[in-house]
């Protein structure tokens, strides 16, 4: 297994995809950002959004400073709204309690707002150089794949052990890291994954004959005709708007199921997304005094 590195490294370094927050020269706070976009939604939708969003607030005192509002209204469709308040609240602390520096180690980095085990160690990796193994699911499927010679495997206890011991000891540990989830997003997919591109020398589950996956499969969540669509469109209608809407320019945008329409609403005001007027008008937070 040690060959790995050397070879993972070097299919990296001629393949890599050429995406912005990587470049040597963005700090810890954009890469922040690229990693809240980056949660459940493809980098082709995220990259002009992040492009956008650090040009206009490169530093987490501005992204702190703008109103929740604007946030939520440059967030656009992303997807996943939540995120967009929750980083506006990880402005807030970074700003006012780390003197507007994205804190470096693992266990800080976790008690931010939006901070989960993931991404504090992607922060500590790619932002800080720092030796900390980094799993997502990308990650998760090679190191089942190669190491252990299964189609695919849920999340274990033991993820975080399996990918530290295949780190390098020296400084090329945090490329290899981006390099192993680089590997599974493009290349060791978990759906037709593509082997005959495959730069490894070993893989058991090559050697073993592509044994299939024993887990269920994955069911593939639709979006069509479920509260986050609905919660999508009610959302779009008070981000193209600047001043609080009445109930009925709502009402229209989802008229098949008015329950589900009511109860979409209701969950994005105890949200803290939208507020509500004191004459019975809605807008996004921040806007509806």
Request: charged share 25%; aromatic share 8%.
């Amino acid at each position: 297994m040690t060959d790995i590195v050397p070879q993972l490294l070097h299919w990296y370094d001629t393949e890599q995809r050429d995406l912005p927050w990587r470049r040597p020269e963005v700090p810890a706070w954009q890469i922040l950002v690229s990693e809240f976009m980056l949660q459940q939604t493809p980098v082709a939708r995220v990259e002009p959004i992040w492009r956008d969003w650090v040009a206009r607030w490169p530093t987490p005192s501005a992204t702190a400073a703008a109103g929740a509002a604007e946030v939520l209204r440059a967030w656009g469709k992303l997807g996943y709204p939540r995120r967009a308040k929750r980083l506006h609240e990880c402005a807030h602390v970074i700003a006012t309690q780390y003197d507007d520096e994205v804190p470096s180690d693992v266990d800080t980095l976790l008690t931010l707002p939006g901070v989960g085990a993931y991404t504090a160690r992607a922060i500590a990796c790619f932002a800080y150089r720092q030796r900390v193994p980094v799993v997502d699911t990308n990650v998760r499927r090679v190191v089942t794949r190669v190491a252990l010679g299964h189609a695919d495997a849920p999340a274990r206890a033991t993820d975080l052990e399996n990918v530290a011991a295949l780190l390098p000891d020296d400084d090329t540990a945090p490329t290899f890291s981006v390099a192993l989830m680089e590997f599974g997003a493009i290349v060791c997919t978990a759906r037709s994954p593509k082997c005959g591109r495959c730069p490894l020398s070993f893989c058991a589950w090559r050697s073993d004959g592509y044994p299939a996956a024993t887990t269920p499969a994955r069911r593939v969540q639709r979006y069509a005709g479920t509260d986050r669509q609905v919660r999508g469109k009610l959302m779009e209608v008070l981000r193209d708007n600047t001043s609080p809407v009445t109930r009925a320019e709502l009402d229209v945008v989802w008229l098949t199921d008015t329950a589900q329409r009511d109860r979409a609403l209701d969950s994005l005001l105890v949200d803290g997304l939208v507020e509500q007027t004191a004459d019975g008008r809605f807008a996004l937070a921040g806007e509806g005094d």
